[in-house]
């Protein structure tokens, strides 16, 4: 029947056959044939297919009905297996499994790019199920399902799909029609993915016609149309996981791709993205995705070539990232290269990141072998407007970005209000430049890691001694400490506060540290000079603040006050001679150690001169 039409064997057999043949007409036994067949290392291949046993061993009984056999021994794939075989007469089919450690994935994955993804071995079943004949030269249905625990295969992929070697996760494939040039896949891994598909074989060379994957347990049901969907729910998607394998994926191929996913935790570079709901549609080279939700809305396209994902279009109406701390693992570690980052037009309405509103943001890139160049980077809000340039430069792990920043306008309250610290400053028009480069991407920046040079202009404010802590975001001065420190030695100028009219000062960013010689606190009550180092990676200060008093400008009014206008006018021209020496008289000099947190002032003393610094500050420009 089927079964013979279907297979063709070979080696050596033993035969016991029993055979009934009625001799007359009266007899109430009908023609029969029964027997068992001894396999002694024999081949059997399913014809059309590269499925194949070897070196079978053990007894094959069979009827006119039914084929079976227990325990039998054979080769799959150079690998032991178990086989049996029996009819089910109910279902019209015979049936063959094999089970045994067999390398499905060496077989099958070696010479394609999952080698890397999926390696192991683990025990198998193999269930050939063959479709009675009804007609002689019929093609019989044969369907093929494998199915496995996978212990012993790691899956090196993001989650939910990654498992380690040593977990067990059920995986079945079933194949139907095998036998014919169009078949039916059908996919279930654990409860993380099910799928169904419908894939043409021409000249042993398959393409997808149409089909559907879900993330979790639902049915996958296929659609009328040809085309791939995706979709279902992900509890968390990691972009930065996925984008080393998502940017080398080739596209062109196979049906129009269609996406609708619910998102509850969408991960991009260490921020985090909540309740997104996402749909994709891919035709050709081209994927165009509408993001929706609380924390994003608007389109995003994605432009392939052979060589993967080469460009990115976004128009974004708002983005609400909430940035995730760094654990340190691999996982916090994006291990695509400046070189293959592909090339970006981002453009968003409202950008927020944690409570930092940064408002209008536009970001323009263009890759370069083994770069990607920044050609504008502009963020505009009403407590920042700030405009760059730089670069991202090397291979993953050997790394490095370089960013020139000019901070066109800005206010420094509203700055701080955005750290949380509202209150350490009244004003503060804030203008400036950053030029600096660090290890790694440009999203690993942190000021202790950063080298190069930073110059600040701050006009027209009010520091006040409030909340301990501004010095953890600000760090160049310790602005929560200093006024209290000064309303201690000058409280009748520094009791309410110290207004300012300028702030300005030139850093040098090296090893960690920040280093001046020239910046400088200017304000109608006194200037303030500040020489030094502000550790910032140790978050700590080894400065010298000298407190010059304006004194002598309130000299002759109190003279009026106390003894008339002669008075004031002789003090007037004693201020007039002696203006230098009367601020002198009433100048401080501290040195300022400690955290930023606590940082400790020491009063020198002023006829004393101050040991010479030996930082790098003597080379700024």
Known sequence: ????????????????????????????????????????????????????????????????????????????????????????????????????????????????????????????????????????????????????MLEGIAVNLPAPFGKLKEE????????????????????????????????????????????????????????????????????????????????GMQGGGGPPVKVDLGIAELEVMRHVLRDVDLQAETAGLVQEINLAGKSVSGTIELSRTSRGIVKVVANLEKLLLVSLPDTGSEADVLTIGPGDFPELHISIGKLKINDIKLGNTLLDTVRAPDAMEVKQLAVASKMLEVQATGNWRGKSGFDRSWFDVEITKGRLDRLLEAFDYAEEVDGGELSGAINAGWQGAPWDFEPGRAEGKLYLNIRDGQLKSVKPGAGRVFGLVSLHTLPRRLSLDFSDLFKKGFSFDRIEGNFVLDGGNAYTDDLQIEGPAARIDITGRIGLADQDYDQLVTVVPNLSSSLPLAGVLAGGPAVGAALLLAEQLLNDEIDEMAVRRYAVTGPWSEPVYEKLDVRKKPPASSDPAEDIE
């Open 168 to 247: 067990k996760r059920p995986l079945t494939l079933a194949v139907t029609r095998i036998a014919q040039p169009d078949r039916f896949i059908q996919l279930g891994y654990a409860d993380v993915l099910q799928g169904l598909m419908a894939v043409e074989f021409k000249q042993r060379t398959a393409s997808l016609e149409r089909g559907q994957l879900v993330l979790g347990t639902a049915e996958a049901v296929l659609p009328g149309e040809k085309t791939l969907g995706i979709t279902g729910k992900l509890a968390r998607f990691s972009l930065s996981e996925w984008l080393p394998l998502l940017a």
């Open 1 to 148: 029947g089927a079964f013979v039409e279907r297979v063709a064997g070979k080696g050596p057999t033993g035969l016991d056959l029993d055979i009934v043949v009625p001799l007359h007409k009266a007899s109430t036994r009908e023609l029969s044939v029964a027997g068992n067949i001894h396999l002694k290392g024999n081949n059997l291949d399913i014809r059309d297919d590269d499925i194949s046993l070897e070196n079978i061993r053990g007894r094959l009984a069979f009827t006119p009905e039914d084929f079976s056999g227990s325990g039998l021994e054979a080769r799959l794939l150079d690998t032991p297996v178990t086989v049996d075989v029996w009819t089910d007469s109910k279902a019209g089919t015979t049936n063959i499994r094999c089970r045994g450690p067999v390398d499905f994935i060496g077989q099958y994955t070696q010479q394609s790019a999952l080698a890397d993804v999926i390696n192991g071995r683990s025990d198998w079943e193999v269930l050939l199920s063959i479709g009675r004949l009804e007609r002689r030269y019929q093609v019989p249905d044969v369907d093929l399902r494998l199915s496995s």
